[in-house]
């Protein structure tokens, strides 16, 4: 299924925002599991209440979740992006033998009207011949 370049750009655009959020979402998910942890506290090696070892597996959850995100977006965006530059370059290459053809088709159509003014002008000479 052919894909527009209009339709190609705007891929682009969604993996280039989903990865700008899932970015954002690892860093904050990394920045939250640090603030949260037992060593950053300050705090002996004290046991850990229980509420902590589900918000560290959440978080730790959370941001295995969101690097994959980032990747596979990542990739998309650069695959939609190589994707586009060489649908450009394909449609440019034709417009530009478009173009070829059209001047070639412009200039056999100029030596055509040349060909058939000078046979009108010949004709209407030896019409002009006979009369006189």
Do not use: C
Request: glycine share 6%; aromatic share 6%; proline share 2%.
């Amino acid at each position: 299924m052919a894909r527009t370049l209009r339709q190609i750009k705007r891929y682009r655009l969604g993996f280039g925002l989903i990865f700008l959020i899932s970015s954002v979402i690892l860093l904050a998910s990394t920045f939250a599991r640090h603030i949260l942890s037992p060593s950053a506290t300050g705090a002996p090696n004290e046991e850990q209440p229980a509420g902590l070892g589900t918000s560290t597996n959440l978080s730790t959850i959370i941001s295995v979740t969101s690097l994959l995100t980032s990747f596979t977006s990542l990739g998309g965006f650069f695959f939609s992006t190589a994707v586009a530059w060489r649908k450009e370059r394909r449609d440019q290459e034709n417009a530009d033998v478009e173009l070829e053809k059209k001047k070639l088709e412009l200039e056999q159509l100029r030596r055509e009207l040349e060909v058939r003014k000078k046979r009108s002008s010949t004709t209407n000479k030896k019409k002009g011949d006979v009369a006189n």
